[in-house]
């Protein structure tokens, strides 16, 4: 729309104009300028190179302050250091300078050989990707699980959630992440910050990160080796969406967990929103019993590869508890299904243009 006002009539009246004219819907003839800038919103994911709305802020990895998971060297050796063969030396589980690949399975030779040079296209991408795999980092913050990620164990997510609720984009939805096994080819995965779930009887980082206060809430604390942890939003205080720990059962083992924050909830609905929509096969609710209530064990094989929807690590994994106990899938379930196709207001922080459309539209290039 904005190309469109700044075009000036004189420049279409220009010989030669005319036969490069587009028409479009509204009925107003026009060309770009060469060089005409196309402004971002700050609220896009991508997906097989296409921009997608979600009405909350996402640095992508193309973006000043994103992680970039494409690149080969480490993001926070020390420069002189970076590079692939000194981290290759240096890091015992750097074994290939990709942390990603082709989601190749169920693809035929024919796709295969299309897509290995970078070309998907949304519809293929459609039919391959199904299910929205939500980790917590038990880094804290989504610089140091980018850190731990990609400079030390040479894996890879598509999503990071900070605690301040940015999300961050690491890599284009179409690449094949590698965070969480079997479910590789057919997933999106994201990255929460929180510090996890613990045992009775386990060691739990707890105090280093979690204190009441002098308002009486608890507050989290990101530790002083981690500086100022990367938070976007400057003076960010965070607090866990419920204010004492949560206890619940994963995998049949009693874990406590302090809860997400708001902020990270609400930008995940909004994710949530949007990629339920981009993804038709992907359905906007997460692995149920019989009754209806959240499965709290790893699915059965066949259940598992029948399964298209939000999914936790340990449904996919029986070694995993994440995202635990304290995770409210209802929340983000009822949220994202609320907003889902139905344009409901978006935050202040989001433009004119987001408020008039619902999250995961097709921003047309
Ligand atoms: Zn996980």
């Known amino acids: 729309m ?4 700044t075009f000036t009539p004189a420049s279409l009246l220009r010989p030669g104009a005319v036969f490069g004219l587009v028409l479009l819907a509204a009925g107003c003839a026009t060309t770009p300028r060469p060089g005409a800038h196309v402004p971002r919103h700050g609220d896009e994911i991508v997906a097989a190179g296409h921009f997608f709305r979600t009405g909350t802020p996402v640095v992508l990895w193309m973006d000043p302050g994103g992680y970039d998971a494409y690149r080969v060297e480490r993001r926070f050796a020390p420069l002189e250091k970076a590079d692939w063969r000194t981290s290759q030396e240096e890091v015992r589980h750097l074994n290939t300078p990709n942390r990603y690949n082709i989601r190749r399975d ?9 897509v290995r040079g970078g070309g998907w296209d949304l519809p293929l991408l459609q039919e391959v990707v199904d299910q929205f795999v939500l980790h917590y980092d038990v880094a804290g913050t989504s610089r140091h699980c980018f850190d731990i990620l990609h400079d030390r164990r040479g894996l890879s997510v598509h999503f990071l959630l900070d605690l301040d609720g940015t999300i961050y984009q690491t890599l284009d939805l179409k690449e094949r992440a590698w965070h969480a096994t079997t479910s590789n080819s057919r997933s999106v995965g994201i990255e929460i910050a929180n510090m996890g779930a613990y045992g009775e009887n386990e060691r739990n980082p707890f105090d280093q990160w979690y204190a009441r206060d002098e308002t009486g809430q608890v507050r989290i604390t990101i530790p002083e080796r981690f500086g100022d942890g990367g938070i976007r939003t400057p003076g960010f205080v965070g607090r866990p969406a419920r204010d004492e720990p ?3 059962v994963v995998q049949g083992r009693e874990l406590t967990q302090y809860d997400l924050t708001n902020e990270q909830y609400e ?7 949007a990629l339920c929509e981009i993804f038709p096969k992907m359905t906007c609710d997460y692995p149920r019993d019989d009754e209806g209530n959240l499965i709290t064990r790893k699915l059965p094989d066949e259940r598992l590869r029948e399964y298209g929807g939000l999914i936790g690590h340990y449904h ?5 508890v994440d ?3 304290a995770f409210d899938w209802d929340r983000v379930v009822d949220g994202a299904r609320a907003l889902k196709g139905t344009g409901q207001p978006l935050p202040e922080a989001a433009s004119a243009e987001t408020r008039a459309r619902g999250p995961g539209r097709l921003h047309r290039r």
């Not at 904005?2 to 006002?5: A, F, G, P, T």
């Not at 930008?267 to 929103?273: D, E």
């Not at 996919?316 to 995993?320: A, G, S, V």
């Open 2 to 5: 904005l190309s469109m006002l």
């Open 106 to 114: 169920g693809l035929t030779p024919e796709q295969l050989e299309r």
């Open 246 to 248: 949560v206890v619940g």
């Open 267 to 273: 930008a995940l609905i909004r994710l949530t929103a």
């Open 316 to 320: 996919i994994q029986t070694n995993k």
């Open 323 to 325: 995202p635990g106990p």
